[in-house]
């Protein structure tokens, strides 16, 4: 079972597409919605994550939604333009370092959103059925659950058995690695998950 595509791209192609997906991934696009709209400052609202999830802590719906489909959309535009100029290991590398900017924007000393709705557009762009099907994840157990974190860390979990159900296991090696990143932001969530103190969507 092959795990990650053949490296067929030099160093400096990989480190080239590495910037590429990190430049894009560190647009922090809560943050700029926040101000454009007039919502304050996103650093002093709820958890003070630039995400979506916090961005509706303002009260403005549209706002979230936006932010939403630009993180998201950042991690498919690293995605698809990679794949039109370059193999599919560059690929790989850009759609991690999309990831990795949007955690860790240099603009913002390395501190930003959880990586959820990026994690998404990047599954939806590599390979949409596994992206549908972690949006599907996500969906369900929002649903049942009525917890956001706990969903987005079902949802990403989830990605490797849907890269195993559609035979596609050259990307397990790179959804181990977001896991593990999504994982890794989510750790107070995490405590909280255990706790029972989660707060559930849509609670003051």
């Known amino acids: 079972m092959t795990l990650f595509p053949e490296m067929t791209s030099g160093i400096s192609t990989l480190g080239l597409w590495a910037a590429i997906g990190y430049l894009l991934g560190s647009i922090p696009f809560g943050l700029l919605i926040a101000q454009v709209m007039g919502l304050g400052n996103l650093r002093n609202i709820g958890s003070g994550n630039i995400g979506a999830t916090n961005v509706l802590r303002t009260g403005n719906k549209l706002a979230a939604f936006l932010t939403l489909v630009l993180d ?16 599919a290991d560059a690929v790989q590398i850009a759609a991690f370092a999309a990831f990795l900017g949007h955690c860790f924007p240099v603009w913002l000393k390395f501190k930003g ?8 557009g990047v599954m939806l762009a590599l390979f ?57 932001r989510h750790a107070a969530n995490i405590g909280r998950l255990l706790a029972g103190t989660e707060p559930k969507i849509g609670k003051k």
């Open 128 to 184: 949409w059925p596994i992206g549908i099907a972690a949006c599907a994840t996500w969906l369900v157990t929002a649903v049942v659950m009525r917890i956001s974190s706990l969903s987005a860390l079902v949802a990403a979990a989830s990605s490797i058995l849907w890269c195993l159900m559609f035979g596609v296991t050259t990307y397990v090696l790179l959804c181990l690695g977001l896991i593990a990143l999504i994982y890794y």
């Open 113 to 120: 959103g959880k990586g959820v709705a990026t994690f998404l």
């Open 72 to 87: 998201g959309g950042k991690g498919a535009v690293a995605v698809l333009i990679a794949r039109q100029f370059a193999d």
